[in-house]
């Protein structure tokens, strides 16, 4: 696992957090861990593997939520441990964090629950690296408060994600504005995928622009952002989560030779 202070090591690079929304299979999980991996080795990325362990905020009550909380957990702690990488998953209750934290080296906050007091302080306590999504209905500045609970928890390894924020009642957009105020604050990563949601449709199944994965990305690189959250897959048409705004994992090492571009030059 890399530590903390070495996410951001490499001058002319970024961090990448990528992986599929959910883990659904484990040989589909190993899959898109190995490839990213090997993508990332070769241009010399520092990379964070995610899956979501259980997928707790889903709209519609039949909508896939897991596997199993242990066997998904189980997955992602055996694709650290295969392939020598840090990783990452979400946490939605209390008591999540300490299950979790057995299993992965960054709890990550979703960006309904950003102002979850005791979520948030139950992940810093845990001792392990604390990554919050900005709520789409919080402010940049907001965050303050959101870093200093993790602080104040007597852990000062702290995230801050971008995800946009609510346009009208489905659509999302960035204010890269943002991005400076809040690097103030800790790390700035820039979840793309996220960010190009259509959340609320009137069929229960958020709809994205996945075909501006590319424009979003490069202007968070030219930004200053710090790292890149990116969900990709071998078939987003058929991955049980998110599949409408994920990036087709073919795609990922091309779209980060640009952007690497981008970071050499600014």
Do not use: W
Request: charge should be positive.
């Amino acid at each position: 696992m890399i530590q903390f202070k070495e996410l951001f090591d490499k001058k002319n690079s970024f961090l990448l957090i990528a992986g599929p929304c959910a883990i659904e299979s484990e040989e589909i999980a190993f899959e898109i861990a190995e490839k990213i991996h090997k993508i990332s080795q070769k241009l010399d990325i520092n990379f964070v593997f995610k899956g979501s362990f259980k997928k707790a905020n889903r709209s519609k009550i039949d909508s896939f939520t897991g596997i199993g909380d242990e066997k998904a957990l189980e997955i992602i702690k055996n694709i650290g441990n295969s392939f020598s990488i840090t990783t990452t998953t979400d946490i939605h209750e209390v008591k999540d964090a300490n299950l979790a934290a057995n299993h992965v080296d960054i709890l990550q906050i979703p960006a309904f629950l950003a102002r979850q007091t005791d979520l948030i302080v139950a992940a810093a306590k845990t001792s392990k690296i604390v990554n919050i999504k900005k709520g789409q209905f919080m402010s940049p500045t907001s965050m303050k408060f959101a870093v200093d609970k993790v602080k104040d928890s007597g852990n000062d390894k702290v995230l801050i994600t971008e995800r946009g924020s609510m346009f009208g009642y489905r659509d999302l957009i960035v204010d890269f504005r943002g991005i400076p105020k809040m690097k103030e604050l800790a790390p700035v990563i820039l979840d793309v995928t996220h960010s190009l949601q259509q959340p609320n449709q009137p069929s229960g199944v958020t709809g994205g622009h996945p075909e501006l994965i590319e424009t979003i990305a490069k202007a968070g690189v030219a930004s200053g952002v710090d790292g890149l959250f990116i969900e990709t897959h071998t078939s987003p048409k058929n991955a049980k989560s998110d599949g409408k705004n994920m990036l087709p994992l073919e795609k990922l090492e091309n779209l980060l030779v640009k952007l690497l571009k981008i970071k050499s030059s600014i």
